[in-house]
């Protein structure tokens, strides 16, 4: 419906731009050619005839024209051609008809009428038919289509069939132009809505090509950086920015999100950036990155919105230094208490009876579980803020592994479970080599924390049967698997059992206790030595969790 409008709304506006132009000059020569005295044949029917048809033209256009157009565009266009049509035609009926020497003028303007549209063709055509009939009737049909004028009736059908292809041709042409200008029209609203969306946005967003040049740059990125968007314009993104890691340390192709991003093809967030801004003050960001690809899923770039987060980032240290030192502080009391109760259970050293006995272990307990939830307090914090203070080398985790299930198996007894054990090795041909020396490089003690809290997890949470422990490696990579009989675990807690406070709901979890933050703890130092930490597992079938390190090479 739009295309079609435009159509005949421009062949109305041609019409009328073009019988306006004609009737003003038609009406000029008239009052001209009859200043300087100039005659013509039938003088009184060329005056008196076209000029008062020249005035109701005008009137009509000027008048009339506007109106209509509105809801009848191609009426509308239809009679500002008539009235030239009638114009001309009066005038060469006034200078002779058939034998003036001006006839030849009508097929040309059949032509001409061509680039007014079937409109004006059908206009010109019909005016043709009435005017070979008012000769008719003047002169007899006869003398109409006499041997001396069927040349002219033939050049006027001529004129008409070349009319008809110009009309047609334009029509096309014009119909192409609407199409043309609807696009257009759509384009320019889809990106005027896609400015207005980037301005509105408070973050930064920056698009870049595949090699790290600005094509993409909004007011809040301008604001941020201090650079404006034209400038900004094939500028390499890092110039503008000049990002930096948690470390102090200027990216590098290695650690640059953006080429991470495209390489790999994913989406990525990360809040490990910050940048100093024109007053060189340090600014936080949360980095959500995307790969942008055309039509024929080639990279084209990447999109990211940068989300400042400094004041989180400021609120979160404040916050994870007070829970530190809260923690650090409160340790020592604890560890008092928690020597005292051990030392007042100790028959050796006290003599108490067995209720008092009873109530003591039960307050041991909880100063030992208090103890841990400092110490769970405390890792998080050093995670959080990047500052592990941890000791790395190199060692045979096997001799860990053996060492921590030589500890818990007391734990285990105690609710008459099994720890087992298995150490394994692949080699090439698919046999298994027993108690292999498997070096990583890590902090014994750390590796300690999450091996440890795996096995005492498997233990809270299996009421009855056994818990394996196998370490299987192969050429790249060690993987550590506890596996329980346990209650399993529900595929929607799977999701989110890694993250910090998180406990599964339900009775057992409620009766056990906890706090959460052991996986939480347990994925992130796994992370930070280059593995990776998951679960498998089915309500009511147990569970095992399994982490995977990569091995240390002998060099």
Known sequence: ?????????????????????????????????????????HQTLFSFGIAPVCFLGLLYNFLFYGRLAKSRPVVAGYFCSFFVYIEILIFIYSQGGFQ????????????????????????????????????????????????????????????????????????????????????????????????????????????????????????????????????????????????????????????????????SGRYLRTDDFYMLNKNNEKISFSISIAPTYDSNHASTGAVAVFHDISEQKAVQRERNEFVSTASHEMRTPVAA???????????????????????????????????????????????????????????????LVKQICTEMEVIAAKKKLKLSAAYTQANGSKEKVLAPIVNVEADPERLREVISNLIDNAIKYTPQGQIDVQVISNENFVTVSVKDTGMGISIEDQKHLFEKFYRANNSMTREIGGTGLGLFIARNLIEHYGGRIWVESRPGQGATFSFSLPIKKQT
């Not at 007899?140 to 069927?150: E, K, L, R, Y």
Request: glycine share 6%; no cysteine; aromatic share 10%.
């Open 1 to 41: 419906m739009e295309r079609t409008s435009y159509y005949d709304v421009s062949i109305a506006q041609v019409s009328f731009w073009a019988s306006t132009t004609i009737q003003v000059s038609a009406l000029l020569l008239i009052g001209v050619l009859t200043l300087l005295g100039v005659r013509f044949d």
């Open 337 to 399: 208490i928690e020597g005292f109760l051990s030392m007042a259970t100790n028959p050796q050293l006290a003599t108490i009876d067995d209720r008092a006995k009873s109530f003591i272990e039960k307050a041991h307990q909880s100063s030992l579980h208090l103890g841990r939830l400092f110490q769970d307090l405390l890792s998080v914090t050093k995670i959080e803020d990047k500052h592990l203070n941890e000791k790395r080398q190199i060692f045979n985790i096997n001799d």
């Open 100 to 263: 003036s020497n001006y006839f030849a003028l009508w097929p040309i303007l059949l032509i001409v009428s061509g680039m007014f549209g079937i409109v004006g063709v059908m206009s010109s055509l019909l005016l043709s038919l009435s005017y070979f009939g008012v000769e008719a009737l003047a002169k007899g049909s006869a003398a109409v289509f006499a041997p001396d004028n069927m040349q002219l009736v033939i050049a006027v059908l001529v004129g008409g069939i070349f009319a008809y292809f110009i009309a047609m041709r334009q029509t096309q042409l014009l119909r192409a132009v609407g199409i043309a200008k609807n696009l257009s029209g759509e384009l320019s609203s889809a990106q005027n809505k896609e400015r207005l969306m980037l301005t509105a946005i408070a973050d930064a967003v920056v698009g870049v090509d595949t090699i790290g040049r600005v094509i993409l740059f909004n007011t809040a990125a301008e604001q941020i950086s201090g650079w404006d968007a034209k400038s900004a314009q094939g500028i390499y993104y890092n110039n503008i920015f000049k990002l930096k890691d948690n470390h102090d340390k200027d990216i590098s192709p290695a650690t640059d999100p953006f080429l991470h991003a495209m390489k």
